[in-house]
C-alpha cells in the first residue's frame, strides 16, 4: 500500500496542476486495483533483486561518454549548457521500460501503449558544446559516499526516478523507504551499498508550512492555507544530513490559497473572498522560495551544494486541464513556435530573482548555489508528458498528465545536466 500511496499522491499532485482542480477521492478508489497490481509486482521485482546485485560490478556503461572533455575545466566552464536546441538522435533512450525496474505507472507511457516513439529520438544539443552522455559508472564514482536529495513535489521526484534508471544498468538501489521514521509513503529513500550513495526525496511542495483550509476538507481544489515565512520542518529538519540538494517547486502554487506572514493574512490566491486581497500565486511562490533559500543559507550543519531546478511547464492543449485538456503532440517545438511568455515566464523570472538574491548570500556563508536552468528547454518538449498514457485503458482517468514527464523521455536530459554539473563542480574544486 505504500507505493500504492506514492502513485496517487504522485498522480494527486500532477493534478494539483495549475489549479488543481481535480478528482476528489473518485481516482483513489479506481485506482486501488492497479495499485495491488502494482505492489505485488514490485514485490516480485526486490525478489529478483540479487540477481540485478549480481550483475551489479562487472557492468559499466556500455557507452562512452566524453567526461574526458570535463578534464579541462576552463573549457567546459565556458560552454552555456542551458542555451541551445533539441535535435534529433537516433541511438535511442539510456534505458527502456524492460530494463529499468523502477518506473512508476504514471510515467510508464510505452508500457500503457504511447505508440509514437519519436519523442525519445531528440538530445538537447547546447550551442557552445556537446552535452556529455549520462555516465552511470562515473556519477556513481562522483557521489560516492555522499547523500543526494531532492525537495519539493512530485516532479522532483519524476526526476528522482529518471536518475534512478540512467544508473540501474550498473546499480540497483535497495528502497530503504520503510527505515524511515517519517512518512515514508511520501518520503523516499533507496541506498545503493556498493557505493554508499543515498538517494532520497522530502516531500514538501510549497517549502512553508502549510495547512487544509477547506471546510469541505481536502481536495483538488480545496483552499489551503502557506505560512510564507515559517519552513516546513518536513525537509528543513532533515535537509542538514544532505550532501547534494535538488529543490525545486511549481504546481501546487496554482491553486486557491491564503498567505500567511508573522502569522496574519496578508492576501491570497483565487480565494474569492471579498475582503481578501488577491495577490496572485506569484506572491506566495516568491516567499516561500526566499524561505527555502534562506533556510538553506541559515542551517548551520548544512554544508551541501544545491541545486535549483526551475519551474517545469505543462502543456495542456484541447481544453483545460481540468476539461479534458491534453498532450498528444509527438515533437518537439521549435523556438519560433514556443516562447517563453506569459504566466510560465512570469513564474519563471519569479524564483530565478529570488534565487539570484540568495546566491549572494549563500556565497558569502560559503555555500554553492547552481541553478539548473530548465524551464525554456522543456517548453519545447509538449511531446514529452503521458497525457492519457500513465494508466491501463480500461481505468477511468479523467485527467490527463500534462504535467510530469514519461520516463525514459526528456525529463532524463536534467540529470545530463546534473551529471555534468557535478562533475564540473568537481573537476574545478580539484
Ligand atoms: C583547456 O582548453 C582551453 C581552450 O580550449 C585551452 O586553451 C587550454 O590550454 C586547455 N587547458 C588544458 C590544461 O588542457
Ligand atoms: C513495456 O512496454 C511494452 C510496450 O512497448 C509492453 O508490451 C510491456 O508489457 C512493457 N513491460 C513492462 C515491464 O512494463
Ligand atoms: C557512508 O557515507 C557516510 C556519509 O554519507 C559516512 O558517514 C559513512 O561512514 C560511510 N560508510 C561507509 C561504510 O563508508
Ligand atoms: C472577511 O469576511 C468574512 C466573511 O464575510 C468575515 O468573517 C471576516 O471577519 C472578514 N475579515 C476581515 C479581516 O474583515
Known sequence: MVLSKVFDSQFNSAMKVRASEILNGKYTTRNTHISIVLVLFTMLLIMLFPLSLMRDSSESSPKISSVTSLKNSTEVKQCHIFSGKWVPYTEGPYYNNETCLWIIDQQNCKKFGRPDSEFLQWRWKPDECELPRFDATQFLKVVKGKKMVFVGDSVGINQMFSLICLLSHVSQPEDISMKQTTDHTYFKRFYYAKYNFTLANLWSPYFVKSSDADTNGHSYDSIMKLYLDEVDEAWASQVEDFDIVIISAGHWFFRPLLFFENGELVGCNKCRKQNVTDLAHYYGYKKAFR????????????????????????????GDWNKGGNCIRTKPYTKEEMKLDGNFLETYLTQVEEFKAAKKDAIKRGLEFNMIDTTEIMLLRPDGHPSNFGHAKNKNVAINDCVHWCLPGPVDTWNEFLFYMLKLGQTSSG
Open 291 to 318: 524561505t527555502a533559500f534562506r533556510t538553506l543559507i541559515n542551517l548551520r550543519r548544512f554544508k551541501g551544494v544545491t541545486f535549483f531546478r526551475t519551474f517545469s511547464p505543462s502543456h495542456f492543449e484541447n
